[in-house]
């Protein structure tokens, strides 16, 4: 009889009930293996942090595996929106770089909307842009070059990522504050600028301090566009120890998950992100990579986000004017 009482009142909960049981089975252990979708190929700075993180993960997550997915296509829009499709389990997250993602938001006019259609879970790393000169360039600092190029008599040519892309809009924010008389050619990725540069076909370039690494003998930086040093570029000062003000644009690596992802799941996600992020075997792998390390709650990561939706699009919008011109 007792059997029975219990029977009938397991089969009489609610949906809603079962589906809370759900949740809060889920967020104490995870069954099966997490999947973190990468909108860009193997080989890139992205898919390097996911799959980092995915290595050092497993001891956190009940002892199941983070298993990267690359599903690249749409500048990443593909990854971001499958993620956002997905069942908002903890199961399937994307691996995203927030500061590209917010620009193409407002520099597309369409989109995810990575501040209100998804949830971070954490940020993981970071990547910040410099300007970029060549070896024997007679600049050591940012000051005596924003000089020459006031005083050029002629649009001095520099190379970035790609129109709309994060070093794009991070040198043309440096380049107006200032005046600078420039003329942009866009590139198909980092490598294609840092190689005109070298072979003489622009004058400086703007690209992540990341593809500094390995070229230290043909390049060098003269300012980074960020508030912290990169630990893997070598007397590399940001441009605000040089007195320089201009606006700041870097992108966080973020990890996130569908927006209906219940509270406790995330916190789960957070905390095993977090202890991923301070082991040895993370910052090995990232190091190797010349990578930063840099992690912010859920809580922080959602509210830079937001701050940088705001302050970002007037600039934004005023490169692209400048482009569209």
């Not at 499958?82 to 597309?108: E, F, Q």
């Not at 209100?116 to 600049?139: E, F, L, N, Q």
């Not at 789960?268 to 977090?274: G, I, P, T």
Request: charged share 20%.
């Amino acid at each position: 009889m007792e059997m029975t009482r219990r029977t009938v009142l397991v089969g009489g909960a609610t949906a809603m009930g079962l589906a809370m049981l759900g949740k809060s089975a889920s967020a104490q252990s995870f069954t099966k293996p997490i999947e973190i979708v990468v909108g860009q190929p193997p080989g890139g700075g992205t898919d390097t942090y996911a799959r980092a993180i995915a290595s050092a993960l497993t001891p956190f997550l009940d002892g199941q595996a983070a298993v990267v997915v690359n599903r690249p296509g749409g500048n990443a829009v593909l990854a971001i929106e499958s993620v956002m499709s997905s069942r908002p389990d903890g199961y399937t997250l994307s691996m995203t770089s927030g500061g590209t993602a917010v620009i193409k938001r407002i520099w597309d006019g369409n989109g995810p909307d990575i501040a209100t259609d998804m949830r971070p879970v954490a940020t993981i790393g970071m990547y910040a842009s410099c300007v970029v000169v060549r070896k024997d360039s007679p600049h050591q600092n940012i000051n005596s070059w924003i000089e020459e190029v006031k005083a050029s008599q002629r649009p001095v040519l520099w190379g970035h990522t790609g129109r709309g892309s994060i070093h794009h809009i991070a040198g043309q924010a440096l380049l107006s504050e200032y005046g600078l008389p420039t003329r942009d050619v866009p590139f198909q990725g980092a490598p294609d600028a840092r190689n005109a540069l070298v072979n003489g076909e622009v004058e400086f370039a703007v690209f992540g301090t990341q593809n500094l690494t390995g070229f230290e003998e043909q390049v060098r930086t003269i300012g980074i566009l960020s508030t912290d040093r990169d630990p893997f570029v070598e007397g590399g000062k940001t441009i605000i120890e040089q007195g320089v003000r201009a606006p700041l644009f870097f992108t966080p690596i973020i990890l996130h998950a569908p927006k209906d992802t219940p509270d406790d799941v995330i916190a789960k996600l957070e905390n095993a992100v977090r202890q991923a992020t301070e082991s040895e075997e993370y910052k090995k792998l990232t190091g190797t990579a010349a990578l930063v390390v840099y992690f912010r709650s859920a809580d922080e990561t959602q509210s830079w986000t937001k701050t940088a939706t705001e302050e970002w699009r007037p600039v934004i919008e005023q490169v692209k004017q400048q482009n569209a011109g």
